[in-house]
């Protein structure tokens, strides 16, 4: 018999993968299923969903897969791919309106990637770390080593749980059963799987001595995780696929990373922007002065004009925090004119003829217009 053109058929590329083949098969045969067929055409349509469900039961099993790439469909004559394929099950299972539950169907009819992901399998546990960095890793951003005691698949016998199987008695191999329930519309063939090897199609021989059969085994790790400058106090990171591995190979879960800002000594955040309060001298604010302000990132000079009043607030334009989403956060810079508790027999003397200065005519003027 001449070879089938199995991508051909679904008009999908040679290295499609699993979700461009059940894309591709889902619109074929929702064209082509005999109950829309026109009545004139019921034969054709027969036919060729028969050809594109055939065609997406080879290619959606992985296994059958590699063997129609390395043999061609000629390998499937006979027995091997008569079996769990059986095109009035099909049918019944799409007749007209049940489309909805699709990739249950698919992976149930076809038994593609029941080897990943059983009826049984489930997703890991999420994991949450908290940690917490100071204001200087919210400027610069910073990496945190994470150490976490997660179930893993044993290495021993790949997630399996045992060394040994053998094709399942109860299923025999498929890995679904089939039931004809009767129903008020007539007799439906009904697939549902395999309770006894939860649709694996085999039966553990034996149990994996490191992992007591479970197939996972719990091990100490440690991860790194980059955090971004500009992350708030309390935000979480997620790390897809660090949490714990799912029983009976079903996906990771995450892990999340809170975190925490530590106060600072000297700068208050509010939102990227830093909030400080300087204390300048009493001169320094009368006559004006370049004085050196300690920043998130640094020491930058700051120019006090002459006669600023204590309490003027400055603000230093980006010396703030990196913003994940805004702009960059500026430096608010709060001065307070100390005044001096200890003078010198000098300066007392400058003070007092400050005092006994007369206020200047401007002064007045200012005043009295
Ligand atoms: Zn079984
Ligand atoms: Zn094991």
């Known amino acids: 018999m001449a070879d089938k053109e199995y991508y051909k058929l679904l008009g999908v590329e040679k290295g499609a993968s699993k979700e461009e083949i059940k894309k591709a098969y889902k619109k ?30 080879v290619l959606g099993d992985e296994k059958k897969r590699q063997q129609y790439d390395q043999f061609g469909s000629n390998v499937f004559q006979g027995g091997q791919a008569s079996q769990g394929f059986d095109f009035s ?47 200087e890793d919210v400027a610069n951003g910073t990496t945190k080593t994470i150490p976490l005691n997660k179930l ?80 708030d106090d309390g935000m979480r990171l ?27 000594k000297y700068f208050i955040r509010k939102d990227n922007d830093i909030h400080i309060t300087v204390p300048i001298s009493f001169t320094q604010a009368t006559l004006g002065d370049d004085i050196d302000i300690p920043t998130i990132s640094g020491n930058a000079m700051l120019k006090i004009p002459a006669g600023t009043e204590s309490e003027t607030i400055f603000r230093m334009k980006n010396k703030g925090l990196p913003s994940l989403h805004h702009s960059h956060g500026d430096q608010m810079v709060k001065v307070k004119v100390t005044v001096p508790q200890k003078v010198s027999k000098k300066q007392k003397e400058l003070i007092k003829q400050l005092k006994e200065e007369k206020p200047s005519k401007s002064f007045f003027k200012k005043i009295f217009g």
């Open 152 to 231: 893993e698949h044993c290495q021993e016998c790949q997630g399996k749980g045992a060394h040994t199987f053998e094709s399942c008695h109860h299923c025999n191999g498929s890995g679904y059963m089939k039931r004809t329930q009767r129903t008020p519309f007539g007799l439906f063939q009904q697939t549902s799987p395999c309770p006894y090897c939860h649709s694996k199609g085999e039966l553990p021989q034996d149990s994996c001595k490191s992992c007591g059969g479970e197939g996972l085994v719990r091990k100490q790790k440690k991860i790194e995780v980059t955090i971004p400058a500009g992350v």
């Open 89 to 135: 099950d099909i049918m019944s299972h799409f007749r007209s309106g049940s489309f909805g539950d699709f990739d249950d169907v698919f992976d149930s009819l076809f038994g593609g990637g029941t080897r990943q992901r059983s009826s049984h399998a489930q997703r890991g546990s999420d994991f949450l770390y908290e940690t917490e960095i100071s204001l």
């Open 28 to 57: 074929l045969a929702m064209k082509y299923h005999p109950d829309r067929a026109p009545d004139d055409k019921k034969k054709e349509y027969e036919e060729k969903f028969k050809e594109i469900s055939e065609a997406a039961s």
């Open 238 to 264: 997620r790390v897809r696929g660090e949490g714990e591995v799912g029983p009976h190979n079903g996906p990771s879960g995450d892990l999340y990373v809170e975190i925490h800002v530590m106060p600072h």
